[in-house]
């Protein structure tokens, strides 16, 4: 944790927040419910669980990926991620899966579990793993032992916390400015094709994981 990791930190936050931004991703879930009980503080109140749940949804892949580590070569590792990320992007090109809720009527214990639903069916944890696999390589370059599996349980849990204060700070900005000002008319307003981003995104970070 160290100035070499810089880059990887930013990258952290950056995806945080473009995983903040997009509204299946929970902004919208909690503008509904402020806006359902005309309460500023239902707002305040849905975006730590789902900022919890999407942090879990990012720690559940790094902890699966460092458990593969321990029999899977690094290079080989680091193709399956690429294949994977490219495979989810070109399933939402073909027919954008989203995870139904009941309703809006949950407890807190609900909604992080649906957070870490969407964020585990939206591929947001395999978008930082090629990050945390970059920062565990360099990080072990020097001792001749790459493997994911190396990597300390700080790197993960504080690449998880920055990335999750990311999302959480973007996500309660966009869900405030929502309730506050816009509407949720907004969406209809300006349009713009999340699914199309996301798949693109998705894709682009397996093909960088291939390349860098």
């Known amino acids: 944790m160290t100035g070499a990791h810089a880059g990887s930190w930013l990258a952290l936050v950056v995806l945080g927040a473009f995983h903040g931004i997009n509204p299946a991703m929970g902004w919208l879930f909690a503008t509904a419910l ?3 009980e005309h309460r500023r503080n ?3 109140r849905a975006l730590l669980p789902l900022a919890a749940g999407h942090a879990l949804a ?7 990926a460092a458990l593969a580590g321990f029999t899977i070569p690094p290079q080989y590792l680091r193709w399956a991620v690429a294949a994977i990320l ?10 954008h899966p989203h995870l139904r809720w009941a309703g809006m009527r949950v407890g807190m214990g609900e909604l992080t579990l649906w957070s870490f639903l ?20 360099m990080e072990h370059a020097s001792t001749g032992t790459s493997s994911l599996a190396s990597g300390t349980l700080t790197a993960a849990i504080v ?3 920055l990335h999750a204060a990311s999302y959480l700070l973007v996500s309660a900005a966009v869900a405030l400015l929502v309730f506050e000002k816009l509407g949720i008319g907004v969406l209809r307003k300006a349009w713009f094709n999340v699914d199309l981003i ?12 291939l390349v860098l």
């Open 58 to 64: 990012i720690l559940a892949v790094i902890a699966i």
């Open 198 to 209: 996301w798949a693109t995104a998705l894709m682009g970070t397996g093909v960088a994981t």
């Open 159 to 161: 690449a998880t916390v």
């Open 42 to 44: 239902a707002v305040f």
């Open 118 to 137: 969407v964020a585990s069916v939206h591929g947001a944890g395999l978008m930082v793993l090629p990050i945390f696999m970059r920062m565990s390589t």
């Open 86 to 95: 490219i495979t989810v992007g070109l399933r939402f090109l073909i027919r």
């Open 34 to 36: 402020g806006l359902q």
